[in-house]
T-cell receptor, first 117, second 112 residues
Framework: DVKVTQSSRYLVKRTGEKVFLECVQD?????MFWYRQDPGLGLRLIYF???????EKGDIPEGYSVSREKKERFSLILESASTNQTSMYLC????????????????FGPGTRLTVL | DQQVKQNSPSLSVQEGRISILNCDYT??????FLWYKKYPAEGPTFLIS?????DKNEDGRFTVFLNKSAKHLSLHIVPSQPGDSAVYFC???????????FGQGTRLTINP
């Protein structure tokens, strides 16, 4: 079974702090994703990575950055946390079948509920 | 601009009856559609998918219907069970894309 783990289930930070959210997957997946989930807005893609050191902006990248130094680990960084970044953050990974073929099954971690005071 | 829309935030269904969850999309480049299920305090899990070359896909109690001309898909759960109570997300992707676009989610409650 694929396992995606996130470093914290709950996190409370203060405005202006630098925040690191870590995600690790154990299935050698090429693709990794960071989403945030907010009531009434569903899951919105922040950033994704299709290979080590590669990253692409999602739909709402402002205020965030990411790091992927190893294949199994994808970090989300809030350079200076703000109250509007209070949210549930979900990490996911998926396999790249190659040749332009797509794998649709994204495996999600349990989420980190971040509160910025 | 919400490309995938689930207009019903919540749905309540009696156990044993059919649950129908709806999803609309605006991007004509989407060619693959998925449903994910999410329990509280857990990440979403994949439920069922459908390619745009089909109009129906069935997996046990779950069936997804796709109406391309209307840019509409629906998830049918028959019969509904208490364990089906969860938030259901519709998602879509474009050909060749690795990323998914999700809807807002519908909270399904199955009443005994």
């Amino acid at each position: 079974d694929v396992k995606v783990t996130q470093s914290s289930r709950y996190l409370v930070k203060r405005t202006g702090e630098k925040v690191f959210l870590e995600c690790v997957q154990d299935m050698d997946h090429e693709n990794m994703f960071w989403y945030r989930q907010d009531p009434g807005l569903g899951l919105r893609l922040i950033y994704f990575s299709y290979d080590v050191k590669m990253k692409e902006k999602g739909d709402i990248p402002e205020g965030y950055s990411v790091s992927r130094e190893k294949k199994e680990r994808f970090s989300l960084i809030l350079e200076s946390a703000s109250t509007n970044q209070t949210s549930m953050y979900l990490c996911a990974s998926s396999l790249d079948l190659g040749g332009g073929r797509r794998t649709d099954t994204q495996y999600f971690g349990p989420g980190t509920r971040l509160t910025v005071l | 601009d919400q490309q995938v829309k689930q207009n019903s935030p919540s749905l309540s269904v009696q156990e044993g009856r059919i649950s129908i969850l709806n999803c609309d999309y605006t991007n004509s480049m989407f060619d693959y559609f998925l449903w994910y299920k999410k329990y509280p305090a857990e990440g979403p899990t994949f439920l069922i998918s459908i390619s745009s070359i089909k109009d129906k896909n069935e997996d046990g109690r779950f069936t997804v219907f796709l109406n391309k001309s209307a840019k509409h898909l629906s998830l049918h759960i028959v019969p509904s069970q208490p364990g089906d109570s969860a938030v259901y997300f519709c998602a879509a992707s474009e050909q060749g894309a690795q990323k998914l676009v999700f809807g807002q989610g519908t909270r399904l409650t199955i009443n005994p």
